[in-house]
């Protein structure tokens, strides 16, 4: 019969059993999953679709818009740190620090790094801009230098009393000074200009354009003008025993033609090269770090509400809404049936506490206990022998009905309520999951549709908490086999060792806090893996986990002192045999054992199904 055909009775009874949620006895409600409580009460698993539709649409959402904007910003740091580091090198991943060693090369650098930025809109492949000011005038890179207040270092040296307090300088860089108090160490070496490498040769294989509009755009531009800076700025030649350090900040902006959005988007990079020197230990420590927002951009509204872009995000957010709705009903539900198994645990207990041998226990006339004695979970001669208490039975039997009565409520109650604690904290996990699915779409939705400035701390802030959202929604799906033991494996197994194996990392962790604070003291000073405590953790968990272990044998082996070779073996050989061979393996046994308690408490409760089906 099709569905058009039946009676217009059966079709709102359908309709009915749809929007109403059939109500659960408290019982069962927690040894039930969501396709048995259809089946037995027709109770639609609303949260389980919502939370499958969720997945599939964040998934989709990830795979489709996600690679196409980590493409362009790998391509654009690829390019930056070409322009920009001393070691950018074409067709290889370049790294964003550096050490230079002689103050010549330092200068040199400097003084690409500006000549690099001035000619950035003619010369490079990307489409750059120059960030304005309000009178369409260039604002200028400048320099940040912290230097000794009065006179250098080299004077602290035999002075009772060493002065080695510090100021901050600034100072704009211009095309006529572009390395400001570096000037005069410049020694008549010629600009560096796009295109060359640290040491003036022509890289041949970087291809140079040149752009008509770039160029009439630059020539219509004037500089800021730089206005009266220290007089520090113009130049000194003791300049190097003067500072500790340099940061030089550098703007630019990069037009994306094509991108998430379909719409050109001005695209702000905000760059820093700083360079240490306050070791004074000959090595100058170089470091460039970025961040990008963006600036400007233009969008038909009405137009990118009918994109994907838009359309993903904001069906996520509906089923968000709609899925935390029904949580906060669920929390509701789970709160009163938590505050009725407490009354009722009170309850025996109180019971229990006032009965002696030969004293009635009036159990089954509780207002409370009732729904249990008449049919939740108590066998039918206990039930039957229950109703019998009114009868003209002896005080014994009705005691030994009572006992029995009391013994299957306080079990069923002591199940339910480990059942519900789990419920709860599942419940607690997908709230913040919604929670956090509600903010990161709003976020993208605003980023999306927005024609104003979007920082580079939204854009990351964006990032995360979309990352974390996508993150607990797979994860609350687990939620929903609870009631499938073969596929809750791992949860139960999880629940049941982690416990033990925290405590038992807890005793060992003493060990490892001591084997990387002699790692750090002893081999620091000449292997860069352990010159910080954090650096020795990470290697000692890497090797740990058999990775890096050649490399850090060589690392931390000195030729020039027998003792170092010695002990440095004898380190890594103890460490090794301590925690690969021993304490990883009893970590793995622990939860090993776990596995096969819960494994066995499966096969247990697999034999009573088929019994009780027999």
């Known amino acids: 019969m099709e569905i058009n055909d ?31 409580k259809f089946v037995k009460y027709g109770r639609v698993p609303c949260k389980l679709v919502l939370n499958i539709l969720m997945v599939i649409l964040l998934t989709l959402e990830v795979a489709i818009f996600v690679p196409v904007d980590n493409h362009y910003h790998n391509d654009s740091v690829l390019a930056l740190s070409d322009l920009f580091t001393p070691n950018g090198q074409i067709g290889a991943t370049p790294t964003m620090d550096y050490h230079f060693y002689d103050s010549t090369e330092i200068v040199l650098f400097l003084n690409r790094t500006f000549s690099t930025w001035n000619t950035i809109n003619e010369s490079a492949t990307g489409l750059y801009l120059y960030e304005l000011d309000g009178n369409g005038a260039r604002i200028l890179p400048y320099m940040e230098l912290e230097m000794k207040k009065n006179g250098t270092f080299t004077d602290i040296i035999g002075e009772d009393h060493p002065d080695v307090s510090t100021r901050t300088v600034h100072c704009t860089l211009t095309p006529e000074n572009p390395i400001g108090p570096f000037a005069p160490l410049l020694n008549g070496n010629p600009i560096v200009t796009l295109g060359e490498d640290k040491k003036g040769v022509l890289n041949k294989n970087r291809r140079v354009t040149k752009r008509d509009t770039t160029s009439t755009q630059k020539s219509m531009i004037t500089d800021v003008d730089a206005g009266q800076q220290d007089p520090f700025c113009e130049g000194d030649p003791l300049i190097f025993e003067k500072i500790n ?15 998430t959005t379909n719409h050109p988007t001005i695209r702000r990079w905000t760059m820093q090269q700083a360079y240490s020197m306050t070791s004074r230990s000959g090595v100058v420590e170089f470091e460039m770090t970025y961040e990008t927002g963006i600036v400007g951009r233009h969008i038909d509204v009405a137009d990118a509400m009918s994109q994907m872009y838009t359309i993903l995000p904001f069906f996520c957010l509906i089923i968000a809404l709609w899925d935390l709705v029904l949580r906060v009903k669920q929390a509701r539900s789970e709160l009163s049936r938590k505050q009725k198994a407490r009354k009722i645990k009170e309850t025996i207990a109180k019971s229990r506490e006032e009965a002696s041998p030969r004293t009635e226990i009036s159990i089954a006339d509780n207002d409370l206990m009732k729904p249990l004695v008449d049919g939740d979970g108590i066998p039918s001669d206990v039930e039957s022998s229950s109703d019998s208490h009114s009868s003209e039975m002896s005080r014994a039997r009705d005691f030994d009905v009572e006992q029995e009565v009391a013994e299957n409520i306080s079990n069923y109650s002591e199940e339910w309520w480990d059942m519900e604690d789990n419920r709860v904290q599942w419940l607690v996990t997908a709230v913040l999951t919604d929670t956090l699915i509600i903010v990161s779409r709003i976020l993208i939705l605003y980023i999306n549709l927005s024609t104003s400035s979007i920082e580079n701390s939204t854009l990351v802030a964006r990032s995360a908490i979309s990352g974390l959202a996508i993150l607990f929604a ?11 033991p073969r596929f809750y494996l791992l949860m139960k197994t999880l629940r049941r060792g982690t416990p033990r194996a925290l405590k038992f990392v807890s005793g060992c962790f003493p060990i490892l806090m001591g084997y990387a604070i002699l790692g750090t003291v002893m081999f620091g000073g000449y292997s860069d893996r352990f010159a910080t405590l954090d650096g020795s953790f990470v290697v000692l968990f890497s090797v740990m986990n058999g990775d890096i272990i050649d490399e850090t044998f060589e690392s931390i082996f000195l030729e020039s002192s027998l003792f170092l070779k010695i002990f440095s073996r004898v380190y890594l050989y103890t460490f090794i045999a301590l925690f690969i061979y021993a304490i990883l393996n009893i970590l793995l046994a622990i939860m090993e054992d776990a596995y096969f308690q819960v494994k066995r408490q499966l096969i247990v409760g697999l034999r009573e199904e088929v ?3 027999e």
Do not use: Y
């Not at 059993?17 to 048995?36: F, N, Q």
């Open 6 to 36: 039946r009676p217009e009775s059966e079709k709102v009874s359908m309709l009915k059993k749809v929007i109403t949620r059939p109500s659960i006895p408290d019982s069962e409600a927690a040894h039930l999953g969501p396709v048995d």
């Open 245 to 259: 350090s340099i940061i030089v900040h550098l703007v630019i902006d990069n037009i994306r033609l094509a991108g």
């Open 474 to 484: 797979w994860v609350v799906i687990i939620s929903h086999l609870e009631h499938q």
């Open 611 to 613: 019994l009780q089906a």
